[in-house]
């Protein structure tokens, strides 16, 4: 009995394993990093995403749900680095369109990150909170 309960955790463990450990985007290799702590300018974050060294930051304890939440949250900040994108003042659906392209470009240059999303869409957002 033990050993089946030790079996089906280890299966379930890799089941959803965690983000992958990089992606492309935009034709550049970025690495999915997981820290304790990430502060930046005296702030607490849950993800941060580097434009110049092709960094994200995920935090560690955030548990599966919201880290998946986090993960796609940092890419779209990456589908737009070095774009003036945050500086803009732009309507919804400016930015919606801007970050569609990105983000359907990285799916689909990525089939870790797809299998991962694909494991995360079982969580509601009532779980990521």
Known sequence: MKKWIVALFLVSQR???????SVIVDGTKWEIVREHNIIVEHSVYDGYTSCDKH?????DDIGRCF??????HELEHASVCNQDFELRKMTGHDA??????GMSK???DN???????AKARKCSWTDAE
């Open 67 to 72: 880290e998946a939440v986090t993960v796609f």
């Open 111 to 117: 089939p870790n990150l797809r299998r991962y999303l």
């Open 96 to 101: 919606i369109e801007r970050l569609a392209f």
């Open 15 to 21: 089941a959803f394993a965690g983000s992958p450990k």
């Open 55 to 59: 960094v994200i930051q995920i935090a």
């Open 106 to 108: 990285i799916i689909a």
